[in-house]
């Protein structure tokens, strides 16, 4: 028997692993299996910044394998203002989670860390090896170091302790019930919501930046799968890339294009230079990824993005969209 605790579980990729979990064939490389529970667990059943809420949350359901999504999250310009916030929210949840998953003896821990790992001086593309190279971008820094140390930590637990602790590095994701807030989202579903707005007050469409930073984009649905193949599959403390092909970067207007297209929008569409565009390109290696799995099938990015649209206009009421400007 497996338990199966996913922190962070109502997010937009703990969602995605109970859509693909309960839609798969049971007992395929992606659907549940016998034996399995899984637990989505949200933050209002514990604080994770907490040892003993914590500690509260693993008695309770008594998990045999963690996936660890949880995490103080933000787009650019949040990440930028609060350094030391995100620094140390994700700090303590990491440690929370990893020391209580040691302590009540969970066979295998997987991590969701992201490329802003990665130092922001290096050679591309980014792969496994150059995680430690180099200081992260300045605009991800307090998030950055926090997600870096879960890699030092799992080395540091697997050498002291034995515990089967490793990492996922995901490129960007969207999908399905992502923060849509305008203050605080990242990039696709922060234009998604702008785009919707625009068309339905008749004003503006306008995005950040220059249009050309590129960027690789999973859908969320795929990086649940890549999830669970790794929860069953992979042993190893280093961790794995999960990410669609270098081949597959797609430019800020691409995206901004497609979701003009998707919306329905037919008003006047501009690009703000003056904003900053971040990074202009930082692009990862799947070739471990599909070297392990032999092989996989991404979703092409015009269809996912259309299903994510649809998604959010059909629940724009109950999607997590923040506080509406007035017009």
């Not at 649940?224 to 929860?231: G, M, N, S, T, V």
């Not at 919306?263 to 799947?286: C, H, I, L, M, W």
């Not at 994510?308 to 997590?320: H, S, V």
């Amino acid at each position: 028997m497996s338990v199966i605790l996913v922190t962070g579980g109502t997010g937009l990729v703990g969602r995605a692993i109970q859509h693909v979990i309960e839609t798969e064939p049971e007992s395929s490389r992606f659907g549940k299996r016998s034996g399995e529970t899984w637990i989505f667990a949200s933050s209002s059943e514990g604080d994770l910044r907490d040892p003993a809420q914590t500690r509260k949350l693993f008695e309770k359901y008594k998990p045999t394998h963690v996936i660890h999504l949880a995490a103080l999250v933000g787009g650019l310009f949040k990440n930028m203002k609060y350094k030391a916030t995100f620094l140390r929210d994700n700090t303590l949840i990491n440690d929370n989670v990893l020391h209580t998953s040691y302590e009540t003896n969970v066979k295998k821990l997987i991590s969701c860390l992201s490329t802003c790992v990665f130092p922001d001086k290096v050679t591309y593309p980014l792969d496994e090896t150059k995680i430690h190279l180099g200081l992260p971008h300045e605009s991800n820094f307090g998030y950055a170091h926090a997600k870096r140390m879960v890699d030092v930590a799992n080395h540091a637990y697997k050498d002291q302790y034995g515990c089967n602790f490793t990492s996922a590095i995901p490129t960007n994701v969207f999908g399905p019930h992502d923060n849509f807030d305008l203050e605080d989202s990242h990039v696709i579903p922060g234009l998604l919501h702008k785009c919707y707005l625009a068309k339905k007050n008749g004003t503006p469409f306008v995005v950040s930046g220059t249009g050309k930073p590129l960027r690789q984009f999973i859908y969320s649905r795929d990086l649940a799968k890549l999830f669970i193949w790794q929860l069953r599959e992979y042993d190893d403390v280093e961790p794995v890339i999960l990410s669609v092909g270098e081949d597959e970067e797609v430019s800020i207007k691409q995206v901004a294009d497609s979701i003009v297209k998707a919306v329905g929008f037919s008003g006047e569409y501009s690009f703000d230079t003056a904003r900053a565009d971040g990074q202009f390109r930082k692009p990862a290696s799947n070739k471990k990824l599909l070297d392990l799995m032999g092989g996989f099938e991404f979703t092409p990015f015009d269809q996912a993005l259309e299903e994510t649209a649809q998604w959010f206009l059909q629940n724009y009421d109950n999607a997590r969209t923040g506080k509406v400007p007035s017009a």
